[in-house]
């Protein structure tokens, strides 16, 4: 399994000016391994500990079922060029199609992980998909999708979402990734989903530059830093991150466009705007090459309960923390 020890760094021009491509496909072979690697990495000592080794289960089965799955329906050419000529999402999640390749993902995914340590509760809803009709999954995967999430379903909401992740995502993969342009404020280029994270980055082709990464697909759009991505307001943004103790929120100023952020900087922040008064974390991979947008989200859930407590509201989605 490809992880983020097996990354050898690339040596950058530091004379060169980065000039990053829009978006980045994801790379199936790597999405969910490396997500993997990266919550067994987070879990221990963690006070999620648990929960974090629970969701390397989940990436894992996603890894596992993402080889060998019937071939995701993609929509038709002259759909795409029309999505592509007027800046609207290609897999359009808002006219998601449950096709034999999303039913066979949420049932193999569900299969996969029938002998993962979870709660009884998780267990519970893993057997009601497993044992469910075909209806009663589609409904399911249609509800995540629009994000009608009850209280009732929230335990089997985290395995469809996971299944949708692995289905999106091989969509997106099959994408012309260049002919990809934003199609609105906050949204995947890719499939109009919501972001989960934004990173910035320390690839050669662009180092210090941000990306945004989709919840749902994968998809990764480059974004102009020390500007909110919730509102695309750019004066009236803080940035906040943890206290040593973990106990309070502090200051975390120092964005620099050029990304040479200090050692000691935090490498995770909360990215807060005045101005819609939403927030949304970014994490410095480029000091921390492992850092996963979902992974690391769940994992800094001590500072998104600081920054909402400070009277910010979350911007981001992320299945597995339905219920904070």
């Keep these: 399994m490809a992880g983020p020890a097996s990354i050898e760094p690339t040596p950058i021009d530091v004379g060169a000016v980065a000039k990053p491509d829009f978006a980045v496909a994801p790379d199936l072979a790597r999405l969910f391994a490396d997500r993997v690697a990266r919550f067994e990495t987070l879990a221990p000592g963690h006070p999620l500990d648990a929960y974090l080794r629970f969701l390397a289960g989940i990436a894992r089965a996603q890894h596992d079922v993402a080889a060998d799955l019937p071939e995701p329906k993609l929509p038709a050419g002259d759909a795409l060029d029309r999505a592509f000529e007027f800046g609207m999402p290609p897999i359009d999640r808002a006219r998601f199609d449950v096709d034999e390749a999303a039913h066979a993902t949420l049932e193999r995914l569900v299969a996969a992980v029938a002998t993962l340590p979870m709660p009884e509760q998780a267990a519970a809803a893993r057997r009601r998909i497993a044992d469910g009709d075909r209806a009663f999954r589609e409904r399911l995967l249609v509800d995540v999708i629009e994000t009608a999430t009850s209280l009732e379903t929230l335990a089997e909401h985290v ?5 949708l992740q692995v289905h999106f995502a091989r969509l997106a993969s099959r994408l012309d990734v260049a002919r990809l342009q934003s199609v609105g404020v906050g949204a995947c280029p890719a499939c109009g989903g919501p972001p989960v994270a934004s990173l910035v980055v320390g690839w050669s082709s662009a180092h210090g530059s941000r990306y945004v990464a989709c919840s749902l697909c994968g998809t990764l759009w480059n974004h102009v830093r020390i500007k909110c991505v919730a509102c695309d307001a750019t004066d009236k943004i803080s940035y906040h991150a943890l206290s040593e103790d ?17 050692k000691d900087e935090a490498t995770a922040k909360a990215e807060c705007c005045d101005a819609c008064g939403l927030y949304l974390k970014i994490f410095h991979q480029h000091l921390d090459p492992a850092m996963d947008p979902v992974a690391d989200d769940v994992a800094t859930l001590g500072l998104d309960l600081k920054v909402r407590e400070a009277g910010w509201a979350r911007a981001a989605f992320n299945p597995y923390l339905l219920g904070y």
């Design 159 to 163: 395995f469809a979402a996971a299944a």
């Design 246 to 262: 973990g106990e309070t929120l502090a200051d975390a100023q120092g964005e620099a466009p050029t990304g040479r952020a200090r």
